[in-house]
């Protein structure tokens, strides 16, 4: 019995992933396989790009539904949340042009904007759900439904598109890129691999897992339960600025359907990650190979049109339910005993 | 020692505390005194009251009346476990570890060690891998508290309380759930911090424990203070009727002599499961038969696959006859077998839940009348079960989990005899019972079993097992080492059997 | 006298075109509140059919209106809830979108689904020859999406062109931006896309001038009419050399019908159907509102 | 201590609603008195009418709702599930046309049918969810997609609708009343109690509530919680089944559009009711009185034209906020310690 004490599991450091992520990285290879089967073009460069590119920003938001759900709360928001902070973004570089011109620094200003829109609003989700004890599922539910009427009400029920020539100084945030990767791209993987610190590697993301895992041992524990809580909404709301810092310069516009379902999106990303529900058990390396499960699922159905138009949500359904079988099926018992 | 020398001023002292629920008074004005380099035990019946006081010491509970002084200043404790920075550590009745996380980061939680911005991982790793080599705990610092049994969660919770700088260490019932030899691991611990100067306070129904490491003995009883007094001036008969208000007869009651022609009701063949290795043995009607073993040994896997909750891999296993097994809980408790748990925060109760749901839960096909759940019957269960069972919650409308760990454990057995089973599978029956409830448990089974009920106890406590069974199984590693009967039970036997040292045919 | 109580009923703009109508709609309220003092208009929007047909109900019994117009969020649901309407003996104009059952409404205006898609075709074949190859984006699966489709496959036939693949954009400027992408990855040689509406138009824009593929007289062509299109259009954009008009404004046009349904001696009633004129740098200047948010 | 044998709880038999329920019941007058403030009309006959009668769809969905929830379980495709049965119940009425005419029986054949349907996806959520160990987040989430596209591929795009004659006999079942209530209010009645004694006087309820609980101790107590949790997601197609039904004569039709959003609705009806969205604590009284009350915001927002319309969704929002505070707040507090 002295083995136990003599083997102990080798936490696999900067390795990253840990074993579990199998599950999805396997989902994830097959559909790649199925993609270049179905059309050889599916592994070109160029849409390979694409499909990172896509990833970045239902990953970013998922990075901070991660923490989210792994404190067992959740955030319905996000999407409405984006579309009203691309809004005002734009509204204000706007507005800044006529006193700081159309260079940089009117951009700067939007980011800045950005971010404070996001921690804000991150923070108003968090105190509503801890101080004032609503549910999770209530406060964020009405809170979409505030932002996405908002972000209508700004664009008029319309669109608002950003001033033409800021558009040229903002463009190469998302159309450029830098060392073979286009920027979106490596702002996801600083937006990872800065998650994947904060949860595996810091106080607060034990903090995270134990509010999760039961909130009384963590209160116990003199753990600022209600702070950390708080805290993780407000890196969602943060996360969702990044993303929507990315997401702006690609069109130039916000309208009342942008952002529509990128929380579903977003929460089946985490969850097709291996992240639980109910919170307690957070994996970011499984958030990542879930966005990007669900991107290629998309990119797969534009790339062929053997299937009806109508049944794309058929096939992604499934493709989602059988993804996440394969990590629970035969595959999860194996590794647990291991 | 003598009293009045510096070492032995109160560092943690209570005086004059009351509490109470709501309306509900459950503390008097209670005073204690804690000294440095002291073991003071804390003995009481079930719902004295103890944890209660317990928690108030370390300001999980706010006084209704009273005080607390550290040093002797009058201090209001800060609440949620933050009077640690003060050095006063708990560790709860309840196991308070978050299940998904691992033994270090249960550990440490809280307090984590850091290197910079980042957790400094290796050497909370081998700090606690240093503790639980200390104490004897042959996990590893990554394992999962799920995946642990009790016994393992509380020698976590022990290191946990240990890894503490502590001035003062509060432990409500941390033995309850461990064997002898890992008892004596712990008080080897124990001695330790005490010799460091620690002020240790300990809550335990094993009174023998309580004369074997205490200095000083404090008896609530009914939330009053009764005496405290020297350990070595009170033998455990003394404690108990101090505990009790009465005199308390033999703990075991005497034994009726199995026919030695009883149907035998159960036999297991060969069965191997999860934790199971080929394990045989049978029980006869009327019989009470006792399995021990140490921590690990797979008791419980043996019952749990029986009973339906973990899949049969090999062998065979009847049931009056019936081949088979069972595939699930309902059909072994509609065939009159049931298992009572001993994870009774995890598995036995619904915490959230009143009393009266979590007692009919396990009964309730025979609470129905047509459709419905008859709720006057279950009013009179109820009832019946609080005087069988002498549960004693102040408020009847407590939610289970605000209950005494020990009335929490008599609902449960509650619950489970409901049933009205025919052989009856109780794992760790007195888990943190009273004596004198412990007393009026041995004498139901002894009366169950005479009625023709075959019992089955799993135990930890040797004196239990011994004390109650016709039979005693010696479980190691999955396997039975032996199966000893008459005047074969007894402690040297079965240590020796439960160690390996010796294998019985059988 | 009694005001002339008119409800205004129609889906909640959650793309630009409805924006447009929305705007139209309040444009004429106000115009026409001030105009006649003794005339009140309510207007709602509903998010979707089972909603509208709520809204219906509580335009009868709370406001109690005399008047209706109404842009059914689908045909077929809202039949029998705008009969119902018309049973408490209120006016009835339906606005684009027809019942499924004829006789319910005294008044019509709607612009032309099939035209939309014939005309864009049309214009397809004047800049396409045998053999060159377009993609398609559709917009949400509904009756008006298959009626622009199918017509502008029916002209389509027959004329050589290939139509490599069509896809739902959903009348969204982000879907149209990846499924355009994707076609790109897809299909090495595009002549052309018809991306059916504005909105869509403008992600298949960004999308070829990502994959450098905006040149080589490649042309998009939209549809409904947005203010800066049309802008585009006049000042002589190759990309999107045209647009095929569904004015959002046909809202307005109905409102003004039925206000003088109540207010002209003359009997009012009968079918408006507003054409799908194809938008040119000619003709463009007439159908710009810069102030509209479509 | 023998007051514990002395009072043992008395079950507030068909005294109805439990005392905590007074929490949503304020919110839910609360609203009415500003309804009528707004326009006495409110309390007109016809628009209580009208109001119950929509409460009825959600209403109903939502009961079904509670069971799935108050077992730990959750179910996104209601709202799809909706649709595709509603669109599949128009085919196979239109198609009985031919062979049964359009009396009563086709009518009879269409409800049957939809019942079959709701069981059966009832039972597909609920088996892939126990037997196939998948979060119930991601199956529901997967035949959310999937029922919404085959409505979409059945109708061809567009709308399936109802043979105009079978309108005529089917049409009273929503519009028509009894005893002065519509048809619909009746079925929510019916389906309401049956749900109430479902939940709180059987067994079935009991093994619900300890499921949500807390699963092994459930297990432990001989309960059988694959089949019971599959039985919760049974009885949510049945109830999603029985809406349907009412919901066809209706509008006569079905497209991808119909019942869009409803799974949040019925969520939001249950946990505004105070039922615990993690499970072990369920209560119909009071999801009914949620569904009441998201139905009267939407109400009291056609009555009034003093905000923009756009601005809805902000009224929506922060109505839904402030009436679950309502019932968390002091208010809750006062109940809890009473
Ligand atoms: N949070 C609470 N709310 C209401 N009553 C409570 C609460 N906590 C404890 N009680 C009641 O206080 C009384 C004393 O409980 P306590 O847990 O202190 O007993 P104990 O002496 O530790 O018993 P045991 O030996 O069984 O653990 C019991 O009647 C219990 O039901
Ligand atoms: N289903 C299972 N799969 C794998 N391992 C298991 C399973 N069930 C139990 N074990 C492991 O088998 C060992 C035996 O556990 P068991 O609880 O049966 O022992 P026990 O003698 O009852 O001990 P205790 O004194 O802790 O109650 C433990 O290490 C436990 O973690
Ligand atoms: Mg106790
Ligand atoms: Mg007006």
New binding site residues.
Partial sequence: MTEATMTPTKPNRFGGFDFKTAGPAIALLILCGIGFALNPAFLSEGNISNLLTRSAFIGIIAVGATFVITAGGIDLSVGSMAAVIAGVMIIVMNGAVDTFGTGVTTVLIGCGCSIILGIGAGWVNGVLTTKGKIEAFIVTLGTMGIYRSLVTYFADGGTLSLNYDIRGVYRPVYYDSFGGLPIPVWVFIVVSICGWLLLNRTAFGRYCTAIGSNESVAQYSAIKVDRIKTMTYVIQGLCVSLATIIYVPRLGSASSSTGVLWELEAIAAVIIGGTVLKGGYGRIGGTILGALILTTIGNILNFTDMISNYLNGTMQGLIIIIAVWLQRGDWGRKTKTD | MPDGQSINASVLAAEGVSKS??S?P?LFSISMDIRAGEVHALI??????????MKILSGFLQPTSGHISLDGAEISLPPNGQSEALGVVLIH?ELNLAEQMTVEENVFLGRELRKGATLDRARMRDTVAGYLEDIGLEISPDSRISDLSIAQKQMVEIVKAISRDARVLIM??PTAALTEAETALFFSQIERLRDKGVGIVF?S?KLAEVSAIADRVTV?RD?QWIATQKASDLPPDAMAQMMVGRELSDLYPPLNEVDVDAEKVLQVQGLVAPAVKGISFDLKRGEILGFSGLIGSGRTAVFEAICGLAPIEAGTVSAFGQEGGFRSVAAARDAGVVYLTKDRKEKGLLLAQKMRPNLTLFALPKFLRGMRIDGKAEDAALERAIRRFDI????PN?DVG??????QQKLLLAKVMECDPKILIIDEPTR?I?VGTKQQIYHFIAAIAAEGVSVVVISSEMPEVIGLSHRVVVMREGEITGILSGDEINENEIVRYAAGLKRGEH | AETIKIGVSYPTPTHAWAAGMNWHAEQAEKRLEALYPDVDLVLINSPDPSAQASALEDLVSVHGIDALVVLPFESEPLTDPVLNVKKSGALITVVDRGLSQPGIEDIYVAGNNPELGRVSAQYMKTRLKDGDNIVVLRGIPTLIDNERFDAFMAEMEGSGVNILDHKHANWNRDDGFEVMQDFLSRFPDIDAVWAQDDDIAIGVVAALKQAGRDGDGMFVVGGAGMKETIKAIMDGETLVPVDVLYPPSMIATAMDVTVAAFKSNGPVAGRYILGATLITPENAASFYFPDSPF
């Fill in positions: 629920f709501g509900v459950v009481g019946e079930n719902g004295a009251g103890k944890s209660t006081l009745q409500d019932e809550v129904h609530l939330g004693r919650a102040r408020d407590v605000d209950m005494s760990g020990g009335n943190g009273d």
